[in-house]
């Protein structure tokens, strides 16, 4: 199993990211998809789910409405849009997923707002 984070960067506030997990080595529409953020200091927080095939979405209170997963069944590929950014959503994003019991991560990708 892989899941490979991209789409960090650095954004002003206000602004607009989309991170990508490409995801490999496992039938991938069996599986709940979720994106974790952990910031300096803190504690790793699940960020949104996305179920097996996309039927339901849960998001964290501080991200509703701002924050979008999808995922390309496809492309083997979970999405994270991430609009009206905010200087408190600077993170190392992570993809995750339960496969089998066993949980997986990938290395996560920078996200940075600031003006």
């Known amino acids: 199993v892989q899941l490979v984070e991209s789409g960090g960067g650095l954004v002003q506030p206000g602004g607009s990211l989309r991170l990508s997990c490409a995801a490999s080595g496992f039938l991938f529409s069996d599986y709940y998809m979720n994106w974790f953020r952990q910031a300096p200091e803190k504690e790793r927080e699940l960020v949104t789910l996305?179920?097996?095939?996309?039927?339901?979405?849960n998001y964290a209170a501080s991200v509703k409405g701002r924050f979008h997963i999808s995922r390309d069944e496809a492309k083997n590929t979970v999405y994270l849009q991430m609009n009206s950014l905010k200087p408190e959503d600077t993170a190392v994003y992570y993809c995750q997923s339960t496969v089998r019991g066993v949980e997986y991560w990938g290395r996560g990708t920078q996200v940075t707002v600031s003006s």
């Open positions: 996305v179920t097996s095939g996309g039927v339901g979405t």
